[in-house]
């Protein structure tokens, strides 16, 4: 892309998009961190997950005024104005992952050393690293400005939700064998939810990030069936 | 579970279709002046009850354009205009066609208010009594009056419409010329920068009028300010070295033009 008239506009966008990757990255490790720390017990770390989050929310409120000025004072059109206001929404979808890994980090005292939950940490740890993927890949695809690639990240949502039905099965299991197993992994099925959600997250950035790169919207999935819905009715 | 069909998500999501209607069309239009030739197989259409915005750097054609559309290029000598141009389906190049009766059927308002040196009555008035629009003074005054209004101007000269309407300020002058341009009945309006002159209230107030013009006239508009064709247009037509490189759904042209230049130019990355 041709570099604008006035250089001082590239360089807004391009600071933009620089908090737009530092957030993402900082997402990535927020996600990580907080599940390390659940599987681990590791109270430290849920700390250092619970006080990167306000970097997160600094981040964010940073690249909302810098948009907001940036539509005020030069007024883009077309991509810019894609850029920009999908910058915008981006970030609060990346924000909200950061929340939702402080929650996750928060929960760590409260499942503490129970013994069955320990047994789940695998199925939580597949998930978490399914997810994980997710949130470095589409910040990594944008950056590259690869759309194509962006569309097949939407599909592997599907994948994380699939997961997340079998974590919700067998924590129900768990349940079932001995309620003194009810409070711990009620936490982890809080967790796992999260986890869900930040997939979720990731699908509105990736559509977001299509969007901005090629000015089409991509077309709107069909309606998700929900299993866990099904599984609490029967 | 959700019911509705994609087309009828569709047909929800869609307002109420506009009109489609062509007022004039431009086929293969090539320009020059003497040797040098400015537009090069210009084919556009301009869409009845529309704003059609004209875009595209200095020197790309637009204005030249907008001028062939009443023959307002007769007026230079070393100009001729090749190809088609028809309002309602008719060629307005044909020699039968008189002049005089297209420019007052095709209107058109400049970059800088022009009004005669005479009262803001007088401005009026004078198109509709040559153009034998009135046969009793009542009606002139009627005239005056409606024209005054659609152009929003009457609230503001109503008690002085005998002073000189030079006197006014530069957005009442441009809005006063809008009033003339309307008192002869035209049914298509040019507007040529209409509001690179005057300040920002003054383009509110005259952007506002061609919303509410639009309804019963066609417009054409040539103007530098991307703002102001994404804010009155609803398709809009870029130039660039005397071609017409892309016309659209205003909408999409802002926000995801196809072709390059007109993305470099709204972008402002023309090099």
Do not use: W
């Not at chain 1, 949130?135 to 949502?157: G, Q, S, T």
């Amino acid at each position: 892309m041709a570099e604008h008239i006035v250089a001082s506009f590239d360089e807004d966008l391009e600071h933009i998009d620089r908090l737009l990757r530092d957030m993402g990255e900082l997402a990535g490790s927020m996600t990580q961190a907080a599940t390390r720390a659940l599987l681990t017990s590791d109270n430290a770390l849920a700390q250092r997950v619970v006080s990167d989050d306000t970097i997160m929310d600094a981040k964010q409120t940073e690249l909302d005024e810098r948009a907001i000025t940036l539509i005020a004072k030069r007024q883009p059109m077309a991509q810019d104005l894609r850029a920009v206001v999908g910058a915008i929404r981006m970030a609060s979808d990346l924000e909200r992952i950061g929340d939702l890994a402080k929650n996750i980090a928060k929960r760590v005292g409260a499942v503490g050393q129970s013994a069955t939950p320990r047994k789940l940490s695998h199925s939580i740890d597949t998930m978490a690293s399914m997810v994980l993927a997710q949130v470095n890949a589409v910040v990594d695809r944008y950056v590259a400005r690869k759309a194509a690639d962006l569309m097949a990240l939407r599909d592997e949502d599907e994948k994380i939700d699939i997961h997340y039905t079998s974590v919700f099965r067998e924590l129900l299991t768990y349940m079932m064998e001995d309620p003194r197993n009810i409070t711990a992994c009620t936490h982890l099925l809080f967790c796992a939810k999260n986890l869900e959600r930040v997939g979720d997250h990731v699908t509105n950035i990736a559509e977001n990030a299509y969007y901005i790169l090629t000015g089409e919207q991509l077309p709107v999935q069909r309606p998700k069936l929900d299993e866990t819905q099904m599984t609490a009715e029967s | 579970m959700n019911m509705l069909t994609d087309a009828a998500v569709e047909t929800a999501l869609e307002g109420a279709p506009e009109s489609n209607a062509v007022k004039m069309r431009g086929n293969k239009v090539n320009v020059f002046y003497g040797e040098k030739q400015a537009l090069f197989d210009v084919s556009l259409d301009v869409r009845e009850n529309q704003v059609t915005a004209l875009i595209g750097p200095s020197g790309c054609g637009k204005s030249t354009f907008l001028r062939c559309l009443n023959r307002m290029n007769d007026t230079i000598d070393i100009c001729s205009v090749k190809g088609e141009i028809t309002l309602d389906g008719e060629d307005i190049y044909n020699p039968r066609i008189d002049v005089v009766e297209l420019r007052a059927r095709v209107g058109m308002v400049f970059q800088k208010p022009n009004p005669f040196p005479k009262s803001i009555y007088e401005n009026i008035a004078y198109g509709p009594r040559i153009h034998g629009l009135a046969s009793a003074k009542g009606d002139l005054d009627g005239i005056v009056e409606t024209s005054l209004q659609k152009a929003g101007l009457f609230n503001e000269v109503k008690d002085r419409l005998h002073e000189p309407g030079t006197g006014l300020s530069g957005g009442q002058q441009q809005r006063l010329c809008i009033a003339r341009a309307i008192a002869v009945s035209p049914e298509v309006i040019l507007m040529d920068e209409p509001c690179s002159a005057l300040d920002p209230i003054a383009t509110a107030r005259v952007e506002e009028l061609i919303d509410e013009l639009r309804e019963n006239y066609t417009i054409v508009i040539v103007t530098h300010s991307m703002q102001q064709a994404a804010r009155v247009s609803q398709r809009t037509a870029m130039f660039h070295l005397g071609n017409l490189v892309e016309e659209g759904p205003t909408d999409k042209m802002f926000t995801n033009p196809e072709d390059k230049r007109t993305q470099d130019y709204i972008t402002g990355r023309f090099g």
